[in-house]
């Protein structure tokens, strides 16, 4: 019902930079919250931002490094990230809380795109 297609990962040396993107569609009527996570080899999924209509939250982290933003027209979500390093090496997951003309909110994931940092 909800489909959730990312971009933009790959590899980079530290100190670069990276920009996600993940665009949700199918029958959606309205959308909670936009966000990235991320699980290293061995590690639990994490928080690493979150957009509402209110604002956004950050992994400590990630704070002023990271950037999240949406276009709302699209559906889209995104991720810039600046000033990469080894220890942001994982693989990163959207995650949109959207209904849909047949479903109430609930929590949709996307496939995970692969960023490795270089040292």
């Known amino acids: 019902q909800v489909q959730l297609v990312e971009s933009g990962g790959g590899l980079v040396q530290a100190g670069g930079s990276l920009r996600l993107s993940c665009a949700a569609s199918?029958?959606?009527?309205?959308?909670?919250?936009m966000g990235w996570y991320r699980q290293a080899p061995g590690a639990q999924r994490e928080l690493v931002a979150v957009i509402t209509s209110g604002g956004t939250t950050y992994a400590d982290s990630v704070m002023g490094r990271f950037t999240i933003s949406r276009d709302n027209g699209k559906n889209t979500v995104y991720l810039q990230m600046n000033s990469l390093n080894p220890e942001d090496t994982a693989v990163y997951y959207c995650?949109?809380?959207?209904?849909?003309?047949?479903?109430?909110?609930?929590?949709?994931w996307g496939q995970g795109t692969q960023v490795t940092v270089s040292s």
């Open positions: 995650n949109v809380r959207c209904a849909t003309s047949y479903t109430p909110f609930r929590d949709y």
């Open positions: 199918g029958s959606i009527t309205g959308i909670n919250t």
